[in-house]
């Protein structure tokens, strides 16, 4: 049966007629065009009232459950398998991460230059869900937050160290091969972290939810990443060729997420040791995640508006406090000016950045790079459904403009803040920023942003503002995560019972757990590496089939609409 492209509803089981549940949405608007007689979650079973899809469910469950086992049964040999592949991939498949990334950029810029952007996410006649501020709150708040709180002053000062020459700070080569001190050493430092914090990892994420919110949307495709290649490859997709694509989607996203919350759960131990006296150790880390864990449950039986929406509204209010007393109570006009200098010095060498051919700086390359590109792959599929499920209403070239643009106008502002002022703290000589950062008998890569604040004033109070910042950025994606996990596993069904979240947001906690008691910091980035890998080939495919779908849809919708 034909369903019709842009109308969000389900087929009658009595008529037969398609029954559109948006009051926003007229059907004169629109043509049949998808022709599936599939139906959102028919493949499920339903024990007890679950939504449960067969066979993705299963075997993402299963396959989870064995490799926590086996993780915490036997830590070391897990350690060394997830070393030994990682090095593998970075060293052999480096042009594959590098490439793809590249390729994403320019999927981006084609939606955002070309007829294609008119088209309306929903229809003409959808109006968005949520106001621009809120979309903007949960999808910055989805796609970075603890990232930029790990990553802030850790990463712009690593790569100082290492193109000053500043002992053994972790990092053989510097940016590029560059060796430079002083102002100089700043701008190829600053270069260097906007580069990984800028427009290719929004680009990835751009991929995934373009994608799932117009084949959704605009199709009334199940929210799964399958139904993006509907167009190419029909209804094979609802066989064991999709089945293949979610099921590597679940293993990505849960991974890809417990390297953020592990990240997240370390950073929040150490600051709760340094600012309030809480022993360290894995058992501090450990109840850490299991207590956010929990405060995650709570905030997934409040739903998408109750929980997810309040906590980013908070944690952006929250972020943008910190961000604001760091300017003022820093160097203000040096900041603001530097993050001038600093954009201006990552467009000069983006392209540069962006090659893998004839790179002298391998380690960088690899240990940076090549890791935050399958990171950000590995965590596409949970960011870009979520911001595919808030997302409705908005048209292409405005969801790329604020997906892709103001995420890295706020990105370079929030480094510079940051690891810029850090930076210049150091040149000025301020011992307890060498002390902290440095660490040269006993680095810790989890102390830095602690180490920053105490240079300031109100370091307690700001300080434990940037615990609670950690923990409620762990708390919204945990549940965001186990939203997106939840509705692929359900065969795209939105509405699937709680519970089944609850299940998701459990297994979250429990396999950054087992990652983190098997090798640390670097199991945890080793799995990530792994498992973007397989899924960085299944975005390029997606990219693909979006760019024709939508290309072939772009004459349907009239000029002056975006």
């Given at each position: 049966?034909?369903?019709?492209?842009?109308?969000?509803?389900?087929?009658?089981?009595?008529?037969?007629?398609?029954?559109?549940?948006?009051?926003?949405?007229?059907?004169?608007?629109?043509?049949?065009?998808?022709?599936?007689?599939?139906?959102?979650?028919?493949?499920?079973?339903?024990?007890?009232?679950?939504?449960?899809?067969?066979?993705?469910?299963?075997?993402?469950?299963?396959?989870?459950?064995?490799?926590?086992?086996?993780?915490?049964?036997?830590?070391?040999?897990?350690?060394?398998?997830?070393?030994?592949?990682?090095?593998?991939?970075?060293?052999?498949?480096?042009?594959?991460?590098?490439?793809?990334a590249n390729l994403f950029v320019l999927f981006c810029l084609i939606l955002l230059v070309s007829p294609m952007g008119r088209i309306r996410l929903g229809g003409e006649?959808?109006?968005?869900?949520?106001?621009?501020?809120?979309?903007?709150?949960?999808?910055?708040?989805?796609?970075?937050?603890?990232?930029?709180?790990?990553?802030?002053?850790?990463?712009?000062?690593?790569?100082?160290?290492?193109?000053?020459?500043?002992?053994?700070?972790?990092?053989?080569?510097?940016?590029?091969?560059?060796?430079?001190?002083?102002?100089?050493?700043?701008?190829?430092?600053?270069?260097?972290?906007?580069?990984?914090?800028?427009?290719?990892?929004?680009?990835?994420?751009?991929?995934?939810?373009?994608?799932?919110?117009?084949?959704?949307?605009?199709?009334?495709?199940?929210?799964?990443?399958?139904?993006?290649?509907?167009?190419?490859?029909?209804?094979?997709?609802?066989?064991?060729?999709?089945?293949?694509?979610?099921?590597?989607?679940?293993?990505?996203?849960?991974?890809?997420l417990a390297t953020s919350l592990g990240l997240g759960a370390e950073q929040a131990a150490t600051g709760m040791a340094h600012v309030w006296g809480v022993p360290e150790?894995?058992?501090?880390?450990?109840?850490?995640?299991?207590?956010?864990?929990?405060?995650?449950?709570?905030?997934?039986?409040?739903?998408?508006?109750?929980?997810?929406?309040?906590?980013?509204?908070?944690?952006?209010?929250?972020?943008?406090?910190?961000?604001?007393?760091?300017?003022?109570?820093?160097?203000?006009?040096?900041?603001?000016?530097?993050?001038?200098?600093?954009?201006?010095?990552?467009?000069?060498?983006?392209?540069?950045?962006?090659?893998?051919?004839?790179?002298?700086?391998?380690?960088?390359?690899?240990?940076?790079?090549?890791?935050?590109?399958?990171?950000?792959?590995?965590?596409?599929?949970?960011?870009?459904?979520?911001?595919?499920?808030?997302?409705?209403?908005?048209?292409?070239?405005?969801?790329?403009?604020?997906?892709?643009?103001?995420?890295?106008?706020?990105?370079?502002?929030?480094?510079?803040?940051?690891?810029?002022?850090?930076?210049?703290?150091?040149?000025?000589?301020?011992?307890?920023?060498?002390?902290?950062?440095?660490?040269?008998?006993?680095?810790?890569?989890?102390?830095?942003?602690?180490?920053?604040?105490?240079?300031?004033?109100?370091?307690?109070?700001?300080?434990?503002?940037?615990?609670?910042?950690?923990?409620?950025?762990?708390?919204?994606?945990?549940?965001?995560?186990?939203?997106?996990?939840?509705?692929?596993?359900?065969?795209?069904?939105?509405?699937?019972?709680v519970v089944q979240r609850s299940f998701w947001a459990i297994f979250e906690g429990l396999v950054a757990i087992a990652l983190l008691l098997s090798g640390g910091i670097?199991?945890?980035?080793?799995?990530?590496?792994?498992?973007?890998?397989?899924?960085?080939?299944?975005?390029?495919?997606?990219?693909?089939?979006?760019?024709?779908?939508?290309?072939?849809?772009?004459?349907?919708?009239?000029?002056?609409?975006?």
């Amino acid at each position: 049966m034909g369903r019709r492209r842009g109308l969000i509803g389900s087929t009658d089981t009595t008529s037969g007629e398609y029954v559109v549940t948006d009051p926003n949405q007229n059907p004169d608007d629109y043509n049949p065009v998808v022709e599936t007689d599939y139906e959102v979650g028919q493949d499920n079973v339903r024990p007890l009232g679950l939504e449960l899809h067969n066979p993705v469910f299963f075997i993402t469950a299963v396959g989870i459950v064995l490799a926590v086992a086996f993780a915490m049964i036997f830590p070391e040999r897990a350690d060394d398998a997830l070393s030994g592949l990682r090095g593998y991939l970075e060293s052999t498949f480096d042009w594959v991460y590098m490439g793809a990334a590249n390729l994403f950029v320019l999927f981006c810029l084609i939606l955002l230059v070309s007829p294609m952007g008119r088209i309306r996410l929903g229809g003409e006649s959808a109006k968005p869900e949520f106001t621009r501020l809120a979309w903007f709150g949960m999808l910055f708040a989805a796609g970075m937050g603890i990232g930029l709180m790990f990553f802030g002053v850790l990463e712009p000062f690593y790569h100082y160290a290492s193109a000053a020459g500043l002992g053994d700070v972790g990092g053989e080569d510097s940016p590029l091969g560059i060796t430079a001190e002083g102002s100089e050493g700043k701008a190829i430092a600053m270069a260097a972290t906007i580069f990984h914090w800028g427009v290719h990892p929004w680009a990835i994420y751009a991929v995934v939810a373009g994608s799932l919110a117009f084949f959704s949307f605009n199709y009334g495709l199940p929210l799964t990443i399958r139904s993006a290649f509907f167009p190419i490859f029909g209804d094979r997709v609802w066989g064991w060729f999709g089945h293949v694509i979610d099921i590597l989607a679940v293993f990505a996203t849960m991974f890809g997420l417990a390297t953020s919350l592990g990240l997240g759960a370390e950073q929040a131990a150490t600051g709760m040791a340094h600012v309030w006296g809480v022993p360290e150790g894995n058992a501090t880390v450990v109840t850490l995640i299991l207590v956010i864990t929990a405060i995650a449950l709570v905030s997934i039986l409040l739903g998408i508006h109750g929980g997810v929406r309040r906590l980013s509204a908070l944690n952006m209010i929250m972020f943008a406090l910190l961000g604001a007393f760091v300017l003022i109570a820093g160097s203000t006009i040096s900041i603001l000016w530097g993050s001038v200098t600093s954009a201006g010095h990552y467009v000069a060498n983006l392209v540069q950045l962006s090659n893998w051919v004839g790179r002298e700086d391998t380690d960088f390359m690899h240990g940076w790079t090549v890791f935050y590109w399958a990171w950000w792959i590995s965590w596409a599929p949970f960011v870009g459904m979520f911001i595919a499920r808030v997302s409705y209403g908005r048209t292409v070239r405005e969801f790329i403009f604020c997906v892709l643009i103001i995420p890295v106008l706020a990105t370079i502002l929030w480094m510079n803040i940051m690891g810029g002022l850090a930076i210049d703290q150091f040149l000025a000589g301020i011992e307890s920023v060498s002390t902290h950062i440095l660490m040269w008998d006993n680095y810790d890569d989890t102390m830095p942003l602690f180490g920053f604040l105490e240079a300031l004033p109100l370091t307690a109070l700001t300080s434990s503002v940037a615990i609670l910042l950690v923990v409620i950025f762990f708390v919204t994606s945990s549940d965001s995560g186990s939203l997106v996990i939840d509705t692929i596993s359900a065969g795209g069904k939105t509405d699937a019972p709680v519970v089944q979240r609850s299940f998701w947001a459990i297994f979250e906690g429990l396999v950054a757990i087992a990652l983190l008691l098997s090798g640390g910091i670097a199991a945890l980035q080793a799995g990530a590496i792994a498992l973007g890998f397989p899924f960085a080939i299944v975005l390029l495919l997606m990219a693909g089939c979006t760019l024709y779908a939508m290309w072939k849809e772009a004459p349907n919708y009239r000029p002056g609409t975006a």
